[in-house]
Each structure stands twice: as structure tokens, then as C-alpha cells.
């Protein structure tokens, strides 16, 4: 099993970018909730937005009205949706992957970085 993470990059403030996370390997994709961590320069590792198996979706404070977290199971494929960028979003993003009756996410990603800078 393989979480793939892209669509990182450098963007000024209030500007988009939208991540994907690819999932290979990952039998009854739809099983599984899936959600995106970013880890900033200094700071703990933090949950930014989930998606579980019946597309209910979950925002940290900080990200909400701004993030949009969605799912294509055709694609085994996860999007994050980031607009309006603040230069405090700039972290490694990273996806994971948990099987619906677990409690802990088992698959990773390797991480794609996002700067938000002027």
C-alpha cells in the first residue's frame, strides 16, 4: 500500500492550491477514512481535515470556511482544497489512511510541502 501526496508549492498569501492523495494498493478503498496532517517548522504534527467512509468531513478551526476536503473512490483518490492561504498554513502535508472500524490511521504518505510567503 501506497498514499501518494501532491500539489504542494510556493504561494503568495490568499492565493489556492489543492492537494491530492493517491491511494495504490488499498483494497475497498471505500472503506476507509482519510485525512490530512501537516507538520509545520518547530511545531507538532496536526490533523488539518478528514473524510471517512460515508464522506462526513471534519476542519480544524483554523482552516475552516477556507479548506474543502473531498473524495472521488473511483480515483482511490483524496483532495484538499486550500484557498485563501495564510503564511501560517505552510507546513508538510501529509495524507493517511484508517480503515473505518479502526482508531488509528495505519498507511502514510510521504508529505508534500506547502509555503505560503510574500
Known amino acids: 500500500v501506497q498514499l501518494q501526496a501532491s500539489g504542494g508549492g510556493l504561494v503568495q498569501p490568499g492565493g489556492s492550491l489543492r492537494l491530492s492523495c493517491v491511494a495504490d494498493?488499498?483494497?475497498?478503498?471505500?472503506?476507509?477514512?482519510i485525512a490530512w496532517y501537516r507538520q509545520a517548522p518547530g511545531k507538532e504534527r496536526e490533523v488539518v481535515s478528514c473524510?471517512?467512509?460515508?464522506?462526513?468531513?471534519h476542519y480544524i478551526d483554523s482552516v475552516k470556511g477556507r479548506f474543502t476536503i473531498s473524495r472521488v473512490n473511483a480515483r482511490n483518490t483524496v483532495y484538499l482544497q486550500m484557498n485563501s492561504l495564510k503564511t501560517d498554513d505552510t507546513a508538510v502535508y501529509y495524507c493517511?489512511?484508517?480503515?473505518?472500524?479502526?482508531?488509528?490511521?495505519?498507511?502514510w504518505g510521504q508529505g508534500t510541502l506547502v509555503t505560503v510567503s510574500s
Open positions: 493517511a489512511a484508517r480503515y473505518a472500524a479502526s482508531t488509528k490511521y495505519d498507511y
Open positions: 494498493g488499498l483494497q475497498h478503498y471505500d472503506y476507509y477514512a
Open positions: 473524510i471517512n467512509n460515508a464522506d462526513a468531513t
